[in-house]
């Protein structure tokens, strides 16, 4: 599986080293880079990288800040790059995958990238679970309503308001008109649970309403764009394509 790669940087130097370095591994795409945390935030919004090499100390906002941008929304796999260690225990506590000093060699870039390849095999292994949860639930009636638990109270969010599910972390963010609600469920179970005739799951990180699609766009590497009917835009990521093309009338 080829991952979809951002580097993140203010300085140009930085970001030319890794372009070089990630160029000889095999199996990585470069899809976007950003000089500043402002449009590094909003690149990751848009693209939906795999995986993101972030600089802490950049203009704008810093790598920390970044994060905070984006709201609980489903996150690449954060490899932290900087010229400083100090910051390497807040790195571990915002969930980073790996933590890279500079000057990156090769060696120690192709073990941060087998780390994330070893956290996106266990989120297949995930899936396939779920499959089977789904196989055994069969006669189980659809999930109708989604719980919602905040402020001490319990409050419901009808399926057919849904528009689009996305995964942060053990949580997930769901998506309803101009509403988002964080629950305690993951992706996975929410999936098996769903009506399999309106949603579909088109990203390891995001399940849509068929009915909310408006479009689809042709993307890099196999990728497609899903525009919705209210003009968000989400990534049908070449690993679900297959899966998805039938529901999606493809």
Do not use: C
């Amino acid at each position: 599986m080829t991952l979809r790669v951002m580097i993140a940087d203010d300085e140009p130097l930085a970001r030319a080293r890794m372009r070089r370095l990630l160029r000889d591994v095999e199996d990585v795409e470069i899809v976007a880079e950003a000089a500043n945390g402002i449009d590094a935030a909003a690149i990751i919004r848009e693209r939906r990288p795999d995986v993101v090499f972030l600089d802490i100390e950049m203009p704008g906002l810093d790598g920390f800040q970044v994060l905070g941008e984006l709201d609980g929304k489903a996150r690449p796999a954060i490899i932290f790059v900087t010229a400083y260690g100090q910051h390497a225990i807040r790195a571990f506590e915002a969930e980073a995958l790996d933590y890279l000093l500079k000057p990156v060699n090769a060696a120690r870039l192709q073990r941060a990238l087998d780390r994330v390849r070893t956290q996106m095999d266990r989120s297949d292994v995930s899936d396939k679970l779920a499959a089977i949860l789904r196989g055994l639930r069969g006669e189980q009636e659809p999930l109708e309503r989604i719980a919602v638990r905040a402020k001490g109270k319990v409050t419901f969010v009808r399926a057919a308001d849904v528009t689009y599910i996305e995964a942060a972390g053990n949580y997930a963010r769901v998506h309803a008109g101009k509403e988002s609600h964080l629950i305690r469920q993951t992706l996975s179970d929410l999936e098996s649970r769903l009506d399999a005739k309106r949603f579909v799951r088109i990203h390891r990180s995001t399940i849509v309403a068929v009915d909310a699609i408006r479009e689809l766009r042709p993307w890099f590497g196999g990728d497609a764009v899903v525009v919705l009917t209210d003009g968000t835009e989400l990534t049908l990521s070449r690993t679900y394509r297959d899966r998805a093309a039938p529901r999606l009338g493809l």
